[in-house]
């Protein structure tokens, strides 16, 4: 039981995280001769009169990507927002903070070593997410994986060390809620709904974050930091930091998304996908390691209510006459069974919740 970040440098890979050939990234997708800057949305604009015109920004972004417009009214895989309220000293105050976590001696951190998945609090080592990794693929990840809200009810389950972490990850924790919030009002507007239509139990359940670190790798071309994965909840908002590492799929291909300093990359959820019967898409991810720089990313996913039902909201089903419904209802603990079962795999969940019609 041991963190990466706390092995003796290592001159090679060690062989439990080399992955079989067909899933290690190739050479011209490390290079980053693909990268794309995703399209900004500049939220300044969404506090007074310019509203419609970011709504319309974030409706471009669906188009400089080359999605299929078909009844939708918005679809974008993910992008950049700037501008966007959460204070420059609040998010790196955070990082900082984190960072210094991960230097700690390695018993601090062991301290909260887990593999329980319902832990308010815990740190691991290698994998994504899944203790169903049936053939013990291992990816070059440390994560410190938490609640964060509300603040209130969560923060005791935090590390404690270093003195500073709570009260930053306090900050943060508000700022980038209230962030997803308004991003959601906004995405609702977009899609021709009530502004409200996420509050209450599509957005109700307690916020989830991902402190992900990816020590410098040995052998970037030989392993991943994070499979290729979709995010499960609703709305997910990464502050990447300024070391690259994120790649998306488009079209078939995996593109690196370029670090934007202060920025926050802005992606859907599989949670969402199902939501909006399909309209929204959650986009596939994965993170390639570096030889050169050590890279941590904050990921924070909104959650619906667990307790409650979901299932694709009538009012995006019943918009077109006679359509019917491309998702069955489902739980929140059946989501999750289906996540672990398909290690995050976007088609393979799905596939899971889809209802096939008869024609
Ligand atoms: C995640 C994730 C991306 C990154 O935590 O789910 O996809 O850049 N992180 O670390
Ligand atoms: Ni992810």
């Known amino acids: 039981m041991k963190l990466i970040c706390d092995f003796p440098s290592p001159k090679s890979l060690p062989d439990k995280y080399v992955l079989p050939p067909e899933k290690r990234p190739c050479n011209h997708e490390l290079q980053g001769d693909l990268s794309v800057a995703l399209p900004v949305i500049d939220l300044q604009g969404a506090l007074g009169d310019g509203r419609r015109q970011v709504i319309g920004e974030i409706m471009e972004a669906g188009k400089e990507f080359g999605f299929f417009q078909a009844r939708c009214l918005v679809r974008f895989i993910a992008m950049h927002a700037v501008n966007h309220g959460v204070g420059e000293d609040v998010i790196q105050g955070f990082r900082e903070a984190a960072a210094e976590f991960f230097r700690m001696p390695a018993e601090a951190k062991l301290k909260h070593y887990s593999n329980e998945h319902n832990k308010h609090c815990r740190v691991f080592s290698?994998?994504?997410?899944?203790?169903?990794?049936?053939?013990?693929?291992?990816?070059?990840?440390?994560?410190?994986k938490l609640r964060c809200y509300p603040v209130d009810?969560?923060?005791?389950?935090?590390?404690?060390?270093?003195?500073?972490?709570r009260e930053r990850l306090a900050k943060y924790a508000v700022a980038v809620q209230e962030l997803a919030q308004r991003l959601l009002r906004l995405i609702a507007e977009g899609l021709g709904l009530d502004s409200r239509f996420f509050e209450g139990d599509?957005?109700?359940?307690?916020?989830?974050?991902?402190?992900?670190?990816?020590?410098?790798?040995?052998?970037?071309?030989?392993?991943?930091?994070?499979r290729p994965h979709s995010d499960r909840y609703i709305l997910t908002v990464l502050s990447q930091g300024d070391v690259s590492g994120l790649q998306v799929k488009h079209k078939g291909r995996w593109i690196g998304v370029q670090p934007m300093h202060?920025?926050?990359v802005v992606n859907f959820g599989l949670q969402l996908e199902m939501v909006t019967d399909g309209v929204l898409t959650s986009v596939e991810h994965r993170v390639v390691t570096n030889s050169a720089k050590a890279r941590m990313s904050v990921a924070t996913l909104i959650?619906?209510?667990?307790?409650?039902?979901?299932?694709?909201?009538?009012?995006?089903?019943?918009?077109?006459?006679?359509?019917?419904?491309?998702?069955?209802?489902?739980?929140?603990?059946?989501?999750?069974?289906?996540?672990e079962a398909t290690a995050g795999n976007r088609e393979a969940l799905l596939e899971m919740f889809r209802i096939h019609h008869a024609k």
């Not at 290698?126 to 410190?144: E, M």
């Not at 998702?327 to 999750?336: A, H, K, M, P, W």
Request: glycine share 8%.
């Open 303 to 339: 959650r619906p209510n667990m307790g409650s039902r979901i299932g694709p909201a009538p009012v995006m089903v019943n918009g077109e006459t006679n359509h019917r419904p491309k998702y069955r209802d489902f739980t929140g603990s059946e989501l999750i069974e289906a996540y």
């Open 202 to 226: 599509l957005t109700g359940g307690e916020t989830m974050m991902n402190v992900n670190y990816y020590p410098r790798c040995p052998d970037p071309s030989l392993t991943l930091g994070i």
């Open 126 to 144: 290698g994998s994504v997410t899944s203790h169903t990794d049936t053939n013990d693929i291992r990816y070059w990840r440390d994560c410190l």
């Open 153 to 165: 009810k969560l923060m005791h389950h935090w590390p404690s060390q270093p003195e500073t972490f």
């Open 262 to 264: 202060n920025a926050f």
